[in-house]
Every structure is written in C-alpha cells, then in structure tokens.
C-alpha cells in the first residue's frame, strides 16, 4: 500500500517540486497540495494521509499551527519544510507535535528517505543539524518538563536510553553504546515513551534537555 502524503507550500515550483519527486516513487502517492496551513488541514481531513509535509512560513493559517491542528486532530504525521534562520519556528514545530524537519534544500533521496521514516512511526532526528538545533534551541529558550511523569518512572537502563536518544542516536548507534540488540533498544524506547507520555522520539529528545537528564552542547 502507498504512502498517502499532502503537501503544503506557499511557493508553487518548491510545491510541485516535491510532488513530482515523490510521485515518481513506487511506494508514495502524492494525494492533494496546498499553498497555506487553512489548505493543508482540510486536505489532511479530506485525504486522510499518512504524511504532511508542511512549510513553517505560509499566509493565514502558518505550518506551525496547521502541524497543532494536525496532530491534535489525526493520525498524520507531520514533516516541517524550514531554513536556517528559521530556528526558533522549527522549536515550537517539534512542540506542536511535528515528527521532524527538512531543509527546503534537501536532496531527493534524502526527502523520500524522510517521508518513508516519518510513515513508518519513526521520527526524524538523525541528522547533525537537527541535534544542534535541539540543543541550541533548549539551551535559550528553556520551558519546564511537561511529561505526564518524572523521569524516576524509568529504570536505569531506560534512562541511559533516554539520554541517548537526547544526542540524536539512531536505534543501531544506542544498540553498539549499550552493549545490547536492537530489538532491546526498540523495547526501551517503547517503555520511554510509553512511561512519559510523549508522542514519539522528537518528544523524547525534548524531554531529555528540558529534564536535565541532559545538558545543551553536553557530549
């Protein structure tokens, strides 16, 4: 089955773009597009997709609010379209429940790459940008944790997977530092979560800074 998928951008060639991209995948249907948020939410409820990729900057109705709305709304899960001096756009996108963001001038293998992550559940927190971002962003603009309970809920080993996840390691990378397989690892995150009250490892890694399990720039 297809990975449904809306797109939502202000810019018409940076919107087409993308759908042709992702179209000319076997696995990916791009299902509607939009040219602002008012117009990507009634497309996700229309379409009901698995993926919206949403720019941060858009008339009316901006990416950010439309990924609230979203993610409070349905099951979509949502990609955010940003640049560098878009930082502190890109912070309450992560709060707002957006599962990871992508530079507008990404490489085609690393955009489908993205979406079929996204799609899976997963969330995208591998490359070294995102990391710095999440450090720089929690470091000056700290907010208290919001987890529905301390982190005292988690064992040692789900601490230490905790922090991990706070220093952007994939599943494999958190396997070889922990001595353990990845099936442990995939367990872990799933108590994390699970025990916190967080969406998904965006979340995670937010927790990990704003809990001070972590500290920004901390190796």
Do not use: W
């Amino acid at each position: 089955m297809s990975i449904r998928v809306v797109i939502a951008d202000d810019q018409e060639l940076v919107r087409s773009g993308f759908a042709m991209i992702l179209d000319a995948q076997p696995d990916i249907e791009v299902v509607a597009e939009a040219g602002d948020g008012a117009g990507a939410l009634a497309a996700v409820r229309a379409h009901r997709p698995d993926v919206a990729l949403l720019d941060i900057r858009m008339p009316g109705m901006d990416g950010i609010e439309a990924a609230r709305a979203v993610c409070a709304q349905t099951d979509c899960r949502v990609l955010m379209l940003t640049t560098f001096d878009q930082d502190d756009y890109v912070y309450d996108a992560l709060y707002g429940g957006a599962s990871g963001f992508l530079l507008k001038d990404v490489r085609r293998d690393d955009l489908v790459h993205a979406v079929r992550v996204v799609a899976a559940g997963e969330s995208l927190l591998a490359p070294t940008v995102t990391r710095r971002l999440i450090s720089d962003l929690t470091a000056r603009r700290p907010r208290p944790y919001t987890g529905s309970v301390g982190l005292d809920a988690l064992t040692a080993r789900e601490r230490e997977t905790l922090k991990l996840l706070g220093r952007g390691l994939s599943n494999a990378e958190i396997a070889v530092a922990m001595v353990v397989s990845e099936h442990t690892v995939k367990t872990h995150v799933s108590n994390v979560l699970a025990k916190l009250g967080l969406r998904d490892r965006v979340q995670a890694v937010i927790a990990a800074y704003e809990s001070g399990l972590i500290t920004p720039g901390a190796s």
